[in-house]
């Protein structure tokens, strides 16, 4: 009698791919850190630490279920959104201008307190999430559009390139959590729409 190969799924391994992550994110952390080691205040040592910080969340989102709640889900996600202002403090040293901490960083705080808030309310952590995340990269998309004319060189537009991205997947998510049931699952879980925010979350980490 033959046998019937085994499906092949298609979708990719959420474990492997919050590996990926954070082991991306903690070499670039490292090489950027030792490029800015006694250099000039150009926004690589921010930049780097932004790195250091997403790779803490990505390794605490990857133990969910493993450790406590409020380290998984609260801290995970102030730290993901620690990690964007700090990125926005780094173009700010970068283009040397006084930055507005308010703007950066009370995001980070509103994150503190709808996670804090709705740690047991899966349904509106899950639109929390990209619609303060997506504020985050949509105040780094206006500094870098109102700094692109004076920026010299081509690695602007690979960082706009990456926040656009990261955009379109924030947006997604929320309008899908908002008027589709299907997409109402923690990360953890296995779907092609997941698989595709990890790999949006990692080319950018490169760009």
């Not at 033959?2 to 791919?17: E, F, G, K, W, Y």
């Not at 047991?120 to 109102?146: C, N, S, W, Y």
């Not at 004319?149 to 926040?163: D, F």
Request: glycine share 6%; charged share 10%.
């Amino acid at each position: 009698m033959a046998v019937a190969p085994p499906a092949h799924s298609t979708q990719m391994d959420i474990p492997t791919l919050y590996l990926t992550n954070v082991l991306v994110s903690a070499t670039l952390a490292m090489m950027v850190g030792w490029v800015a080691q006694n250099g000039p205040r150009d926004g690589l040592w921010l930049w780097a630490l932004g790195l250091l910080t997403q790779t803490l969340a990505y390794a605490l989102l990857s133990l969910r279920g493993e450790i406590a709640d409020w380290a998984s889900i609260v801290l995970a996600n102030v730290l993901l959104s620690t990690s964007l202002a700090l990125y926005g403090e780094s173009l700010y040293q970068f283009y040397a201008h006084r930055p507005k901490r308010w703007v950066l960083w009370l995001p980070v705080v509103l994150t503190f307190i709808a996670f804090s808030a709705w740690m047991d309310v899966m349904p509106a952590r899950l639109l929390a999430g990209p619609v303060i995340f997506g504020l985050q990269v949509l105040i780094l998309l206006g500094l870098l559009l109102l700094k692109h004319r004076v920026t010299v060189g081509r690695g602007q537009y690979l960082v706009l390139l990456g926040l656009v991205s990261l955009s379109a997947v924030l947006v997604f998510r929320a309008l899908g959590c908002c008027g589709a049931t299907v997409l109402l699952a923690p990360l953890a879980v296995p779907a092609v729409y997941h698989s595709l925010t990890f790999m949006v979350v990692l080319a950018d980490t490169l760009l």
